[in-house]
Each structure stands twice: as structure tokens, then as C-alpha cells.
């Protein structure tokens, strides 16, 4: 079996920006503004703010064309597995 990871090349600019940023502040930054034991649950918060991020640094301008993009190439390979609640791990 292939793993998605092992398609990606170890010098691809995502892996670099990955191990630049700790982007778990994104949940600190947040965590006041969800109910943790009321509602439904939200897109990991951490997983939103790199798709949006990535979108922003290739130039997708279209929030349609985003979703297309992080479905076809970024959700699998940098992220842990989808949603969570309340954008917790």
C-alpha cells in the first residue's frame, strides 16, 4: 500500500512551512469563541487556518475553487485525519 505522505516530495514548500510554523496557536487564539458542550461541531480550527493559509500563498481566490484544491491535494497530506470538536485534538 502507498501512503499519500510518501507521494510528497521531503523539499515540497508545504513540509517547509510545517516545520517552520507551530500552528497550534490557532486553538488558543479561538478556544472563547466555541461552546464546548454545546452545538455542533466544527472543521478542526487548526486544519481551516492552513487551508486558508496555503490558498492565500498560491493565489486561490475563489473559496469554491479552495475547497476543490485542499480536497484534491492539502487535506490528506498535512492533516491528522478531518474534524474534531470544538477544534480540539
Not at 8 to 36: G, M, N, Q, T, W
Not at 37 to 64: A, M
Amino acid at each position: 500500500m502507498v501512503a499519500i505522505n510518501q507521494l510528497v516530495p521531503k523539499d515540497h514548500l508545504l513540509r517547509k512551512i510545517y516545520r517552520a510554523i507551530d500552528f497550534s496557536f490557532i486553538r488558543e487564539k479561538v478556544a472563547r469563541l466555541y461552546c464546548p458542550d454545546n452545538g455542533r461541531p466544527t472543521l478542526d480550527l487548526e486544519i481551516l487556518f492552513k487551508i486558508l493559509f496555503i490558498g492565500y500563498l498560491v493565489g486561490i481566490r475563489s473559496e469554491r475553487q479552495l475547497v476543490l484544491e485542499s480536497r484534491l491535494a492539502f487535506w490528506g497530506l498535512y492533516s491528522d485525519g478531518g474534524c474534531r470538536a470544538g477544534g480540539k485534538k
